[in-house]
């Protein structure tokens, strides 16, 4: 049976000083949950939030990670610098990478073979745009992302995946996918695993929806069947939505 994961992706929100600040709310409102639970936020965070964490059960998560081991890359973080933290996941493949920082399938898929040397787990992201979406695209533009973010990766290693499914134009806009849409792209989802690897693996993959998840439509969401968790951008921002959401 695969835990329900949701998890907080902060984007470029949140000093250190006031990331301490949700951590110390954040645990005050935790009871324990039977959900898996993560904040994925800036690096400037990761150290700050692990050491809050640490012995609640809340995980931590990076949401970028280069794919070298090491190098002349100015600005860039390496997969042994988050494990040396602690961290336990890491976003790849976000759709605000993949539009304004250049990501490619093929660094999102060397940044997942580098993820898997080490123990961190990646949230992988995946998604059409509006204009895919209206074309009739939407399938097409996901299963080619799979193909290729995933090419050469074992059996064994995805088992450990989580894959976000963000359609791009329910991000930040308030336009949620229905939770059918949601849910017809998340089935979509395991069955291409099931092609790609067999059933057993597919069965094991945490899959996610994104978009616009709050409060008020977390339930809906994950009352769906095919949806494993969210990955919820703004409305992980305050301990007392998020703690909501959890709390679905
Ligand atoms: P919002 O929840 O703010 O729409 O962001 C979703 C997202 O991009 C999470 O990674």
């Known amino acids: ?28 409102l935790y009871k324990g949950t039977d959900v898996q639970t993560a904040i994925c936020a800036p690096f400037t965070d990761l150290e700050v939030l692990v050491a809050a964490f640490r012995g609640t059960g809340i995980q931590v998560g990076a949401q970028n990670v280069h794919f070298a081991d090491n190098g002349a890359y100015t600005g860039e973080i390496s997969a042994a610098m988050l494990e040396e933290i602690g961290v336990d996941f890491c976003i790849v493949g976000h759709s605000e990478r993949r539009q304004y920082f ?20 990646p949230i992988l992201c995946v998604g059409e745009s509006l204009e895919q979406r209206d074309a009739g695209k939407a399938t097409d533009i996901v299963k080619g992302q ?11 290693n995805i088992r450990k995946l989580v894959i976000a499914y963000e359609p791009v134009w329910a991000i930040g806009t308030g336009r949620t996918a229905t939770p059918q849409q949601a849910e ?17 693996t597919a069965d094991e993959v ?14 809906e969401i994950m009352n769906m069947d095919e949806i494993d968790g969210a990955l919820v951008g703004g409305a992980s921002l305050k301990a007392e939505d998020f703690m909501e959401i959890i709390d679905f």
Not at 4 to 21: D, H, V
Not at 146 to 156: G, M, V
Not at 206 to 219: E, H, L, M, R
Request: aromatic share 10%.
């Open 184 to 200: 017809e792209m998340c089935a979509f989802i395991r069955n291409t695993l099931i092609d790609m690897y067999d059933e057993d």
């Open 1 to 28: 049976m695969r835990v329900p994961f949701i998890a907080g992706n902060w984007k470029m929100f949140k000093t250190k000083a006031e990331a301490l600040e949700f951590a110390e709310e954040f645990k005050k």
């Open 102 to 121: 250049g990501e490619t399938d093929e660094t999102v898929n060397l940044k997942l073979k580098k993820l898997y040397e080490g123990s961190i787990r």
């Open 146 to 156: 799979l193909l290729a973010d995933l090419e050469n990766i074992s059996a064994e």
């Open 206 to 219: 945490i899959i996610q929806y994104g978009g616009s998840v709050k409060p008020a439509n977390a339930t």
